[in-house]
């Protein structure tokens, strides 16, 4: 099992200032980012909110709920962040996934009272706007 460390900024740093096994979390801004744990090196960005990830400090390292799945991603990593720790998971059908992303898509409905798609694509630019601080 990989351990990890995280970093808390008020600044998510450059994709090539980003250090491998390490998470840079902004409370800030909301946000969570991370290369990706396979080792590709793709940057993983893990929205901090109601209808996304969850983060718990315990006081000496961190949690994410739920797991993280980067199925758009090549290496397709499946897996979990838990107590400092990188548990990885098994991959997931394409049907899985989208069933996944229609119950995380309700949710979002639900959470923010939102029933039109444009309200809701007002909303996503908004937090976009907000982590890239324009």
Known sequence: MK???HEFVEFIPDPEDMEE??????I???TAIHKCMCGCGQQVVTPLSPTDWKLIYNGESISLQPSIGN???KCRSHYWIKN???QMAGDWSEDKIQSGRHTDLRKKKEYYSINDSGSFLDKVKSIFKKLLGL
């Open 21 to 26: 096994g390490v998470i840079y979390v902004s």
């Open 28 to 30: 800030e801004y909301d």
């Open 3 to 5: 351990i990890i460390k």
């Open 71 to 73: 199925w758009d991603f």
């Open 84 to 86: 400092g720790k990188v």
